[in-house]
């Protein structure tokens, strides 16, 4: 983030995403992983308040705060449509600040992916993206028609953002803990494909990384409100996901940044980190309702 603009999308990209991929795993192909993407997201609406966990001299920030409201409504077999919106505020050493907000809404079903991307900085618009995407052979079809109408292809085999989610809980759920994957979100004016690399840790037991009861930090999960996920939320994974230049194959360049959280089968996540390497952000989960499920799927 800072370099205050760009850093700052980039940053909420990420987030957006974890919440927001092209896939391989180990041995399986794209295409093979993409059909299986049998796993079911609850339409919830989740709330996260910012904090600057750290940084270094470099970096030039003295403090952050901010929130994420981000929610998802839909089914598998009808799509899903999702909305997600970042305010935050940077504060510099120098006593200066920025207010970054980022506004994202789409529809992913197995036709394509439709994206709105608006961001304000200090209330002027910097960004104003509509578009479209659809998978095409070894590449993404693009037609936007903000900033300006124009279609392009982008090669690359890459995921969109819930078709990510999905192959993050299809893999932990097989038991393997790595995934490569190329995603494309719509950011970067709907123009970029974005590698990343994904950890996945053991699953979480019930009783296990919960928060403490009583007040809660900016920045930390509100125990009363994890303890809303409640069973049917399934089990729990710690994943790390790092992002790569984009357009870049990712044995040439490093990570540009990460993203940690814990992972539920059901697509809701807590315990938001960003790591720059020269500073980071954490993200609690301070709210979250779960919204009417969706009609079952055609004959299950």
């Known amino acids: 983030m800072f370099q205050y603009g760009l850093r700052s999308i980039q940053f909420s990209r990420a987030l957006a995403g974890g919440a927001v991929v092209a896939i391989t795993l180990w041995g399986s192909s794209f295409?093979?992983?993409a059909q299986k993407a049998a796993v079911d997201l609850a339409p919830h609406r989740a709330v996260y308040d910012l904090k600057l966990d750290d940084s270094t001299d470099r970096s030039g920030i003295a403090g952050a705060d901010g929130r994420i409201v981000?929610?998802?409504?839909?089914?598998?077999?009808?799509?899903?449509?999702?909305?997600?919106?970042?305010?935050?505020?940077?504060?510099?050493?120098?006593?200066?600040?920025?207010?970054?907000?980022?506004?994202?809404?789409?529809?992913e079903s197995a036709e394509g992916f439709d994206f709105t991307v608006r961001t304000?900085?200090?209330g002027v618009a910097t960004e104003n993206t509509l578009g479209r995407a659809r998978h095409a052979d070894d590449a993404v079809a693009v037609d936007l028609k903000r900033p300006e109408e124009e279609s392009l292809t982008l090669k690359g085999k890459a995921l969109f953002p819930?078709?990510?989610?999905?192959?993050?809980i299809d893999t932990?759920?097989?038991?393997?803990?790595i995934l490569e994957a190329d995603t494309f979100d719509g950011s970067e004016s709907g123009r970029a494909i974005f590698p990343t690399l994904t950890v996945?840790?053991?699953?979480i037991g019930a009783e296990e990384n919960l928060p403490q009861a009583g007040d809660h930090k900016r920045g930390e999960d509100d125990a009363a409100v994890v303890a809303r996920i409640g069973k049917r939320a399934g089990t729990a994974w710690p994943v790390t996901v790092s992002y790569y230049a984009p357009n870049t194959p990712m044995e040439e360049s490093e990570?540009?940044?990460?993203?940690?959280?814990?992972?539920?089968?059901?697509g809701v996540t807590r315990r938001l980190r960003l790591d720059y390497g020269d500073f980071s952000v954490d993200g609690g989960l301070s709210a979250l309702e779960y919204e009417k499920p969706a009609a079952p799927c055609p004959g299950e």
């Open 31 to 33: 295409s093979a992983a």
């Open 172 to 177: 932990a759920q097989a038991g393997k803990n």
């Open 162 to 168: 819930v078709e990510h989610t999905q192959a993050i």
């Open 255 to 266: 990570p540009v940044y990460e993203i940690s959280f814990i992972q539920y089968a059901n």
């Open 200 to 203: 996945i840790g053991k699953p």
């Open 120 to 122: 304000f900085a200090n």
């Open 70 to 107: 981000y929610e998802v409504n839909g089914s598998r077999c009808e799509g899903y449509t999702s909305t997600f919106r970042l305010v935050m505020r940077i504060f510099d050493t120098k006593g200066g600040s920025q207010l970054t907000d980022l506004q994202t809404s789409s529809y």
